[in-house]
């Protein structure tokens, strides 16, 4: 198959694309495109447990404390106990955190409405709908009769 044509070659492209362009964003203001999307999953007034971020995310616990540990040292959160639950942390914003929050929020606003502007809203539907399928179908898993006999 061309893989101009590949469904699976395009998502890749275009996200490591995405990914490169937040990720260029982020270093101008000393941070990775993986802290800001942090940022933006930390609940802005109660915090997130930490043991949430992970699955909100779709990241290994591993990859995450190491970020978060990154972050916190360069004071953007704080961890507290979990009133409810001795064994577990709050991940909460700092104000400086909050502050870099925002910068994250216009980024990605920025990059949406760019994308906004030369799409229709049919076309933008569209393209939730494949994206939508694409994930029911892995999640589902009805892409192959058994993932583990597939050679990748």
Known sequence: ????????????????????????QASKHDSTMAMAFVLLNIDLDDGTPSTALG?????EPTSLSRIL?????????????NPEDGRSVIIKLTKFGKEKREISKGHVY???????????????????????????????RQIYDDLSSQAV
């Open 69 to 81: 540990k990154s972050m916190e040292d360069k004071e953007l959160i704080l961890r507290e106990k």
């Open 55 to 59: 699955p909100l995310m779709g990241m």
């Open 110 to 140: 920025q990059f949406n409405n760019k994308i906004r502007e030369k799409l229709s809203e049919d076309e933008i539907q569209t393209f939730f709908k494949v994206t939508e399928i694409i994930n029911k179908l892995i999640a589902d």
């Open 1 to 24: 198959m061309d893989k101009s044509k590949s469904i699976d070659h395009q998502l890749r492209a275009t996200w490591q694309a995405v990914a490169k362009m937040y990720n260029e």
